[in-house]
């Protein structure tokens, strides 16, 4: 008896195509996973390179020391004509408060070294910005030459000894001031690698007003170094703090030699006061506080006194911070001021008048401490002027919140240095001669190292400034000539998979430069 089989049941046509397609697309993943690691197989043997083979440089189209020299050039050029930009800039703001018009169309009198002398100084910020950046590319080189290898060491190295530049810079306190400010931005970025791999975390970084909190212990540190100990901070910064306050030299210097239990000086202060007050003032050698008669003799009233204070510190500082704001942004800047001046002016003068405001503020709240500590208390104490400077801090919440990071960063040098001062005068610090210079070497080895391996650690500002002066692949990334056509396939096939990333960083809400950046930890 004969069986019937069973019919045999074929796949319908769009079922085969569906699975022909899967086993295409399977072969071709599989064809690509074996062709990059062979590749990255093939890379990982030419890391090694016998004899005298050495990692290509990152400037194909020209030598090493035409690369280095063009930018060391290239960056004495900027930074010369920032500083020169700027003192034109506040040259012009004097002519015209002198309601000399016709003089700003007069050359001579705008830039003449008479009344410009800014030619040594722009120099020597040349010399030390376009120095750094020669000798940096250049020693880059040799080192990529001389090691066989690229490592962050070469980064350390090269940005270490590249930091001699400072030498530059005559003037030592200006050398301690750098090389301390570096040292913050060096905590910074350590802090924030620290913080983005678990490593460490910083009680009280998620303050929403912790840059705050720092900006105010280092304005008080500073205030009272400046009434009590003024030798403690550089010349130019004493200047600048007694020329945009109310209170004159000799009043200050009452008020120390009170503080410390010495006689006053009669003589000087008697000078001073003549034809300032209608008010006979008494004058005593040893007095218990110094009254508010002797801090504003123009005036009986304390509160006009602080207002008018404001208003004439607003008056003086607008032309600097509008300089300071202008001037860099045109010159480092300066296809986007051509594409938009009326914007960048715009943005300038909004900055400059923010800015003024906050510090116009810091003096008046300054003086009002004062002058209220007069009316409850009957002996000075030198602390009033630490917590006044603390207080007066304050103001800097009408500065922008990453503009306060800034400042406080900016002004914990000044503390330091102060700081620094005093314990080495008190002998409790050893005075090492050129001790900033190697701090400052020291400082830039960590921070070429956090640019080029870690830049989400640094703070936007830094890192865009040493990228801009730089002026090298690290500021312009992009696909070097000398790459290979294997490094250019890996990087197109890591960027299938990039929209994947990017779609779930979105969904996280955090990016990676918000997980990393100081700016985007709350409080810091």
């Not at 045999?8 to 079922?15: F, G, I, K, L, N």
């Not at 009434?227 to 403690?232: A, G, H, I, L, T």
């Amino acid at each position: 008896m004969r069986t019937s089989k069973p019919p045999q049941q074929h796949p319908s046509p769009p079922d085969a195509a569906s699975t022909a397609e899967e086993a295409a697309e399977r072969r071709l993943r599989e064809a690509e996973q074996r062709l990059k690691e062979a590749i990255e197989e093939l890379q990982r043997r030419q890391r090694g390179p016998p004899g005298d083979l050495h990692p290509p440089c990152d400037h194909a189209d020209e030598s090493c020391v035409a690369h280095a020299v063009g930018n060391l050039c290239q960056s004495f050029l900027l930074s010369y004509g920032i500083r020169v930009g700027i003192g034109i800039l506040l040259r012009a703001f004097k002519l015209a408060r002198l309601k000399s018009y016709s003089s700003l169309l007069d050359i001579k009198q705008l830039v003449s070294e008479k009344d410009l002398i800014v030619r040594e100084e722009a120099c020597r910020i040349g010399l030390l910005f376009g120095g750094f950046t020669g000798s940096y590319h250049a020693l880059r080189c040799l080192l990529r030459k001389l090691r066989k290898k690229e490592t962050p060491v070469n980064a350390i190295l090269a940005g270490a000894v590249s930091g001699l530049s400072i030498l530059a810079l005559d003037d030592s306190s200006r050398r301690r001031t750098l090389a301390l400010y570096l040292l913050a931005r060096l905590a910074q970025c350590s802090y924030n690698s620290a913080k983005s791999k678990n490593k460490f975390h910083l009680w009280g970084s998620h303050w929403n007003h912790g840059d705050t909190l720092l900006f105010a212990i280092a304005c008080a540190q500073v205030m009272y170094s400046f009434v009590m100990r003024p030798e403690s901070l550089p010349k130019s910064y004493q200047d600048f703090i007694q020329k945009t306050g109310p209170v004159a030299a000799p009043v200050y210097r009452a008020v120390r030699d009170c503080c410390r239990g010495s006689p006053v000086d009669i003589a000087s202060l008697s000078a001073y006061l003549s034809g300032r007050t209608s008010n006979n003032v008494k004058l005593d050698m040893f007095p218990e506080i110094i009254p508010c008669s002797i801090i504003h003799p123009d005036t009986n009233s304390c509160l006009a006194h602080n207002a008018n204070a404001a208003k004439a510190t607003f008056r003086k500082t607008f032309p600097l911070y509008f300089s300071l704001t202008f001037v860099p942004f045109v010159v480092l800047r300066l296809q986007k001021f051509m594409d938009a001046p009326v914007r960048t002016c715009r943005h300038a003068v909004t900055n400059a008048v923010r800015s003024t405001s906050f510090l116009s503020a810091f003096v008046g709240i300054f003086q009002g401490v004062i002058c209220l500590h007069r009316k409850v208390a009957l002996k000075d104490h030198k602390l009033v002027y630490w917590l006044a400077g603390g207080l007066s801090a304050l103001s800097v919440l009408l500065e922008k919140k990453a503009r306060r990071g800034e400042l406080a960063l900016y002004v914990l040098p000044r503390a330091g240095e102060s700081l620094w001062y005093i314990l080495v005068n008190r002998r409790l610090l050893p005075d090492i001669k050129n001790a900033e210079v190697a701090l400052f070497c020291a400082c830039m080895g960590g921070i070429m190292y956090y640019l080029e391996q870690e830049p989400d650690t640094m703070a936007p500002f830094l890192r865009g400034l040493i990228r801009r002066f730089l002026a090298s692949r690290i500021s312009n990334p992009g696909p070097s000539a000398g790459r290979s056509a294997s490094y250019s396939y890996l990087q197109t096939l890591d960027a299938m998979k990039k929209p994947e990333e990017v779609l779930d960083n979105r969904e996280d809400g955090t990016t990676s430069s918000e997980k990393y950046n100081l700016e985007s930890i709350p409080g810091l």
